[in-house]
């Protein structure tokens, strides 16, 4: 769809498409679903749900998605979508159980939706997870079950080209069945550092969404938080709001207080975090939070401080 037509994809809600395209905007579950349901109607193509999936990848899901792929294998990126599913699609929720030498993985939908929007939604989940898994397995999830419970919708579902493994349909739930011998394979794309930061992320962004206050204060943290690995300027913070640097910085101003001063007690909170992690070293820590030279860490932590993060460490640890 063209930008001009995106009203129509709207209809029933009272999002307008400049807040559709913001990524700071939070879609409640009930405009998720209506969305959908919208573009049922405008499309005709029966494999809508397992194209919009497999177009997630992990690096689509922000925190979560760098949680997941820097895990130390499947079955803890299992444990973080269990986790912090809610930052991503708040209706939804996983229930893990080992049964013998399966994982068995349910999806679970809290809000109530048509049936074709249901399976859309089923099938964008579980196509979506199979982006995921072959990333940090290194190859398709052959190995995996999916179990639907809508009726088999028949070979022009394209279930074959869109799902590896074996798919069951009309089962009492959603659920995927997987052999822990593969949830165990090690993920060379794992990172001990990137797991730690992104674990941090994610469970500031799961606290946000519980306490959700209201403020612009709030929406520039979260822009911060949603991009790892790279700072994020007051420029691009203004372009995402929809909004000039001048008028982001007045209404700052009015909250008492401004982007410098925000973006330092981020990288002040996640550097306190880091440091009480005795398994990551300062320079460690430096680079996570993109200082290039350990030296200007060092200094900003102790401007935060008052004390050097070694001596901050130090302390914490007697």
């Known amino acids: 769809m063209h930008t001009r ?10 999002l307008t498409p400049e807040r559709l395209l913001d990524d700071d905007t939070r879609l409640r579950g009930d405009e998720q679903i209506q969305i959908l349901e919208n573009a049922l109607q405008y ?17 689509a899901h922000g925190p979560m998605g760098y949680l997941a792929s820097s895990s130390p294998n499947l079955l803890a990126a299992l444990h973080a979508f269990q986790s912090f599913l809610p930052t991503r699609v708040s209706f939804a929720r996983l229930v893990l159980r080992r049964d013998a030498d399966e994982m ?3 999806c679970h939908f809290d809000l109530p939706m048509r049936a074709a929007v ?10 979506a997870f199979f982006a995921c898994a072959a990333f940090i397995i290194g190859r398709p999830l052959h190995e995996a079950e999916t179990h639907f419970a809508h009726a088999d919708p028949g070979p022009k579902a ?16 959603m659920m995927l069945r997987i052999p822990i011998a593969t949830c165990e394979i090690p993920n060379a794309s794992a990172s001990r550092e990137s797991y730690a930061l992104a674990q941090a992320q994610c469970e500031r962004l ?24 790279s700072p994020l300027t007051e420029d691009a913070a203004a372009a995402a709001l929809f909004i000039s640097k001048r008028t982001l910085a007045r209404r700052l101003k ?8 925000i973006r330092d007690d981020v990288l002040a909170r996640q550097a306190r975090n880091f440091l009480l992690d005795d398994r990551l070293s300062v320079d460690a820590t430096a680079a996570l ?8 860490f060092r200094r900003a932590f102790k401007r935060w401080f008052g004390v050097s993060p070694d001596q901050y460490r130090l302390d914490h640890l007697r």
């Open 118 to 127: 249901l399976r859309c939604v089923a099938e964008t989940c579980a196509t």
């Open 206 to 229: 799961l606290a946000e969404l519980r306490d959700h206050p209201d403020s612009l204060r709030r929406r520039i943290e979260t822009l911060m938080l949603s991009h790892p690995g």
């Open 104 to 106: 068995l993985v349910e």
């Open 43 to 59: 499309s005709d193509d029966p494999c809508l749900g397992l194209r919009v999936g497999s177009r997630l990848t992990p690096a």
């Open 289 to 296: 939070l993109n200082y290039h030279d350990s030296a200007n």
């Open 158 to 173: 394209g279930y074959q080209h869109y799902l590896p493994g074996r798919v069951v349909c009309a089962s009492a739930e």
């Open 5 to 14: 037509d995106l009203p129509s994809l709207l209809d029933g809600t009272s």
């Open 254 to 261: 009015a909250e008492g207080t401004g982007f410098r001063q």
